[in-house]
């Protein structure tokens, strides 16, 4: 695999792997962007590139952390996984822990939001370990 390649506008791209399809984007991209690119979506709720939804995390071969794809620039030779069982079972994690901060009283009622319900789906989220703040939670907030 050739890292570095010259288009006709002198930008120079990376090669990767992304769920076992190889792909070339401009070095300065992201994961993240990298995925769009390939037509492989990731999982995520936040709508900028600071990482802060924690949900788009992906596994880099060679690498123990779960980086946040938005955040992470792509590299030569990367090998990126966007899901697998334990990034599954990170993700449930993560999207129990917004949801059950949510002012609803059960996960019926966080899948009235429609982002929030197609992550729900994607990740397979089928419980809330956690509980839920619904209205008796808000009371003293008044």
Not at 19 to 29: H, L, T
Not at 45 to 55: A, E, F, K, P, Q
Request: charged share 30%; hydrophobic share 35%; with cysteine.
């Amino acid at each position: 695999m050739s890292s570095n390649n010259e288009t006709n506008t002198g930008t120079s791209k990376v090669e990767l792997i992304i769920d076992g399809k190889r792909i070339a984007v401009p070095e300065n991209a992201s994961i993240m962007c990298a995925a769009m690119e390939a037509d492989i979506k990731i999982p995520k709720l936040c709508t900028g590139d600071h990482g802060s939804c924690r949900l788009c995390l992906v596994e880099i071969e060679g690498r123990i952390d779960m980086p946040a794809s938005c955040t992470e620039p792509v590299a030569p030779g990367m090998i990126v996984h966007t899901t697998n069982e334990r990034l599954d079972r990170v993700r449930r994690g993560v999207l129990e822990l917004y949801i059950s901060d949510l002012p609803v009283d059960s996960l019926n009622e966080a899948k009235e939001d429609f982002e929030l319900a197609g992550v729900i789906k994607v990740v397979g989220l089928k419980e809330v370990r956690y509980g839920f703040r619904g209205a008796s939670d808000n009371k003293g907030d008044q």
